[in-house]
């Protein structure tokens, strides 16, 4: 029969192809006619079609700005440790994230150590600007880029370790960092007063402290200006500090902890003083 207007428009938005070896017609809709993995990889707001896929891609809408690769350029150590790697060529898993390196003479983050297992097993290791793409999973071309060798010279961890001033002032210890993740650059330290990654932000207060505090790190000690104390951000206020008192877990506190001690032994030394006054006065008197 005849097609009206109405369905004349609905089928204008396909294309119809012949294939010649059996004369099949197929029907594609024309804006998904490129269905090429690098135009699909490339595209800050592809998803998968079903709810349970394995990789949800950062899309275009994102509060956070994207970068050249379609991810959120700032992230947190936390955000890749224990992710798993896949490669793109071969969709096949090639570890979890077990921890990240920091050039800290230029302050870049610059390779990634992978594990078979979150638990156990020995580290493979490949560059941070080797990573396509970051979702619930972190994409990478292929298994080539476990290749590399690497000199692991001046590069940290930096989790765990002591924040002080060159007085040695303690500032608290380092849980994680925030960095660029198209450039590997940090752009700050989160401290709290214990440096364990597995103790909820919920639980103990978390700072920030920016890169252009920190003077050198050696050993396992970071070390920053004197000022730096003042200069930090909160991020979180934990239930502990809550509950027991931020002299005992709250590092932001640490001036008034100190100047509260010392203002106690004052009273201290003052009252016994005074009772031996007292004492001198009741032997006067009896």
Known sequence: GAVDSKNSAFLGKFS???????????????????????????NDGAEFPRDGDLIRLVGENDPINTGSKGFKQTTTRSNLVAKQVISIQSALSLGFISQLWVDT????????DVKPSLLSG???????????????????????????????????????????????????KVRGYSFNINSGIVESLELDSFGVTIIPSSLVSTYRLHVEDIIEVFEDIVVVHEAAA?????????????QFGSEYSDVEELDGSSDRRRQRRSNNRFSRKKRNLDDEEWEIFG
């Open 230 to 242: 003042s200069r930090k951000q909160r991020l979180t206020k934990g239930l502990w500090d809550a």
């Open 16 to 42: 119809f192809k012949e294939k010649s070896s059996d004369g099949f017609v197929s029907c594609l809709k024309e804006d998904v006619v490129d269905s090429s993995p690098s135009g699909f990889l490339e």
């Open 105 to 112: 003479s230029s302050w870049l983050v610059l390779v990634v």
């Open 122 to 172: 020995e580290s493979e290791r490949f560059l941070l600007k080797d990573i396509v793409r970051v979702g619930d999973v972190v994409l990478v071309e292929d298994e080539a880029v476990m290749d590399t060798e690497f000199k692991m010279v001046g590069l940290e961890t930096l989790v765990g370790y002591r924040v002080v001033t060159p007085g040695g002032r303690n500032i608290g």
